[in-house]
Antibody
Framework: QLQLQESGPGLVKPSETLSLTCTVS??????????WGWIRQSPGRGLEWIGS???????SYNPSLKSRVTISVDTPGNHYSLKLTSVTAADTAVYYC???????????WGQGTLVTVSS | DIQMTQSPSTLSASVGDRVTITCRAS??????LAWYQQKPGKAPKLLIH???SLESGVPSRFTGSGSGTEFTLTISSLQPDDFATYYC?????????FGQGTKLEIK
């Protein structure tokens, strides 16, 4: 059974970089059928797609966040990562990693991790 | 980007009721619409894709319909497990976007 698990700091200071990792188990990140995505959720912004990556390293990003986002993949380690730079309080959210189909909807999600941006 | 607007924001209903949630897109999305269910403290769960195709394991009391810019999610006979927040998501464009959610609560 596929499982995704987010990990990383729960508190990040303003202007610093948010870094999260999603570890995939019960399935291979090398699968040709799927992409791997990040989505966040906050009371103010609702659910917001951040970006996605394929096992080749090919990425797609939400244009509203593109200048600050980097997603990378580690296929031997079966995990992928998110970096969001220059964070502000507006980036406080629950961050989810999720498996994305070729048609970009999300069919398996991690449990989510709350990241708070505060000094 | 395409804006997705759900109505109502909150819906109060009883077990056994039939309920309908509406999702409107700011432009046509070619039926590339998904519905998710989210319970408190949990991740969203995919229920329906391509506006009306039920995911495996989702009860048949859930029905999706619509086309163009207006879509609905109907639950034919509410069960206690159905009280949750529901979100639509369009995936017609590169910048996939979600509705703001409809909270279905017990009357």
């Amino acid at each position: 059974q596929l499982q995704l698990q987010e990990s990383g700091p729960g508190l990040v200071k303003p202007s610093e970089t948010l870094s999260l990792t999603c570890t995939v188990s019960g399935g291979s990140i090398r699968s040709s059928l799927y992409y791997w995505g990040w989505i966040r959720q906050s009371p103010g912004r609702g659910l917001e797609w951040i970006g996605s990556i394929y096992n080749s390293g090919s990425t797609s990003y939400n244009p509203s966040l593109k200048s600050r986002v980097t997603i990378s993949v580690d296929t031997p380690g079966n995990h992928y990562s998110l970096k969001l730079t220059s964070v502000t309080a507006a980036d406080t959210a629950v961050y989810y990693c999720a498996r994305q189909r070729v048609t970009p909807l999300f069919d398996n999600w991690g449990q989510g991790t709350l990241v708070t941006v505060s000094s | 980007d395409i804006q997705m607007t759900q109505s109502p924001s909150t819906l109060s209903a009883s077990v056994g009721d039939r309920v309908t949630i509406t999702c409107r897109a700011s432009q046509t999305i070619n039926n590339l619409l998904a519905w998710y269910q989210q319970k408190p403290g949990k991740a969203p769960k995919l229920l329906i894709h391509e506006a009306s195709s039920l995911e495996s394991g989702v009860p048949s009391r859930f029905t999706g319909s619509g086309s163009g810019t207006e879509f609905t999610l109907t639950i034919s006979s509410l069960q206690p497990d159905d009280f949750a927040t529901y979100y639509c998501q369009q995936y017609n464009t590169y910048q996939r976007t979600f509705g703001q959610g409809t909270k279905l609560e017990i009357k």
